[in-house]
């Protein structure tokens, strides 16, 4: 069984597009998480969600939105898709915040 | 700004050899975690280190905090072919509520 799954594995889309990306967990956990991955391999906090309670990096376009409809997944969808976004985007879980966090396996978007 | 700094980003070693890749940090905090990633892959947990003078050993791997110092080590033991990924450690500044800052990522190609 996979604790954190994620689809698309691979998304392929123009410029302009809206797309959304699938987490789901099943480790019980109550926070999960949406990072970025950019092409030099940088991580970066995109987004930390628990209890309904979301906590947004400051320096996320509001293009990009969060949405849960329940505590095992989190999506994430993107609106007015940019070549920038071009990224691989993982998303992971916690038993709460500060405590260890499983990712997924990631999806590599690409914008063209 | 908060800053996490791995050194050195790129590591060839030798089979058989020992080597350490450090991680600093600028801001306060008593979480810190080591990751590994292979090429193509997601992120695998391999040390949680929760406080100060907490050392962790895995097979050829240890991992040590000081928080005082604001420093993390993660030390190779007769390296393996199969140490070869990308490690990554990560900081859970004090009050941000598991909203990881990452650093850069130390590549390591272990060779025969």
């Known amino acids: 069984d996979t604790a954190v799954s994620q689809t698309p594995k691979y998304l392929v889309t123009q410029m302009g597009n809206d797309k959304s990306i699938k987490c789901e967990q099943n480790?019980?956990?109550?926070?999960m998480y949406w990072y970025k991955q950019d092409s030099k391999k940088f991580l970066k906090i995109m987004f930390s969600?628990?209890?309904?309670?979301l906590i947004i990096n400051e320096t996320v376009p509001n293009r990009f939105s969060p949405k849960s409809p329940d505590k095992a997944h989190l999506n994430l969808h993107i609106n007015s898709l940019e070549l920038g976004d071009s990224a691989v985007y993982f998303c992971a879980s916690a038993w709460g915040r500060g405590y260890e966090q499983y990712f997924g396996p990631g999806t590599r978007l690409t914008v063209t | 700004e908060l800053k996490v700094e791995q050194n050195p980003l790129f590591l060839s070693m030798q089979e058989g050899k020992n080597y350490t890749i450090y991680c600093n940090y600028s801001t306060t905090s008593d979480r810190l975690y080591w990751y590994r990633q292979d090429p193509g892959k997601s992120l695998e947990s391999l040390f949680v280190?929760?406080?100060?003078?907490a050392v962790k050993q895995e097979g050829r791997l240890m991992a040590s905090l000081d928080t005082k110092a604001r420093l993390s080590t993660l030390h190779i033991t007769a390296a393996v072919h199969d140490l070869s990924a990308t490690y990554f450690c990560a900081v859970d500044p004090l009050g941000s509520q598991g909203n990881l800052i990452f650093g850069k990522g130390t590549k390591l190609s272990v060779k025969p």
């Open positions: 280190l929760l406080s100060n003078g």
């Open positions: 969600y628990n209890n309904k309670e």
């Open positions: 480790l019980g956990h109550d926070t």
